[in-house]
C-alpha cells in the first residue's frame, strides 16, 4: 500500500496531528474516527507532507510526536526537548535532530564554517 505523511488538523492549523495514510480523505478519517480531534468532518483538514519519509511507520496517527516532527509532518513542536540542549521550547528538525532555535542557529554556523574551510583549504 502507499503511504504518505498528512498533517491533520481540525480547522486550526496551528495544531494538528501527524498521520500516516494512503490518501488524505483517509488522514481525514483516521482523526475523525479516533476522536482526536474534536471537530465536524467537514472541518478536519489537512495537508499531504510531501518529503515526508513515512515508509516504515504503521497506518494510523503517529503517536510520537518527535517522529512526526523528524519525519517530517510537523514543522516544529512547542514545548518539546532539545537534542542538544536539553531545553523545553519551540523546537523543529535539522538534520535529522530535534533542536530548539539557538541549538539550530549554533549547528547552521558550524555547517556554514565548515564549508568555507573546505574551500579555503
Ligand atoms: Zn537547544
Known amino acids: ?5 498528512y498533517f491533520i488538523h481540525g480547522g486550526d492549523p496551528s495544531g494538528g496531528f501527524a498521520v500516516v495514510a494512503p490518501s488524505l480523505q ?3 478519517r483516521i482523526v475523525y474516527q479516533a476522536g482526536e480531534i474534536e471537530a465536524d468532518w467537514i472541518d ?19 503517536e510520537d510526536l518527535r517522529t512526526g516532527l523528524v519525519r517530517g509532518m510537523y514543522q516544529y513542536l512547542e514545548d518539546f526537548e532539545c537534542d542538544a ?6 523546537v523543529c528538525k535539522y538534520n535529522g535532530q530535534v533542536l530548539c532555535m ?20
Open 102 to 121: 539557538s541549538c539550530k542557529r549554533e549547528k547552521k554556523k558550524e555547517k556554514q564554517n565548515e564549508r568555507s574551510n573546505q574551500k579555503s583549504g
Open 85 to 90: 540542549c536539553g531545553e523545553i521550547g519551540f
Open 26 to 28: 483517509e488522514a481525514r
Open 1 to 5: 500500500m502507499n503511504k504518505r505523511g
Open 44 to 62: 478536519i483538514a489537512g495537508w499531504w507532507c510531501r518529503d515526508a519519509k513515512v515508509g516504515d511507520l504503521p497506518i494510523g496517527v503517529v
